[in-house]
């Protein structure tokens, strides 16, 4: 696997849209790029852990079955 993705690869890392990306890069939720030679580049790491920070769906109890 790479470690550096571009801005479209780490949105679609994360399965969610650029614009989607781009929110929560402005709110702090996903930490800024790496830059190489002026080259902006997200560490998988750094996507990952915003990621773990995300909350998790509270299903009362219900499996998917339930619902």
């Known amino acids: 696997m ?3 993705l571009s801005r479209v690869e780490a949105a679609v890392y994360l399965g969610i ?3 989607k990306f781009d929110e ?3 709110d702090g939720r996903i930490r800024p ?3 190489l030679d002026g080259r902006k580049l997200w560490d998988v790491f750094d996507l990952d852990m915003a990621f773990e920070s995300f909350p998790v769906e509270n ?3 219900k499996s998917w079955d339930d619902r």
């Open 2 to 4: 790479r470690r550096a």
């Open 17 to 19: 849209s650029p614009s």
């Open 24 to 26: 929560l890069r402005l």
């Open 33 to 35: 790029p790496r830059l």
């Open 59 to 61: 299903t009362g109890g």
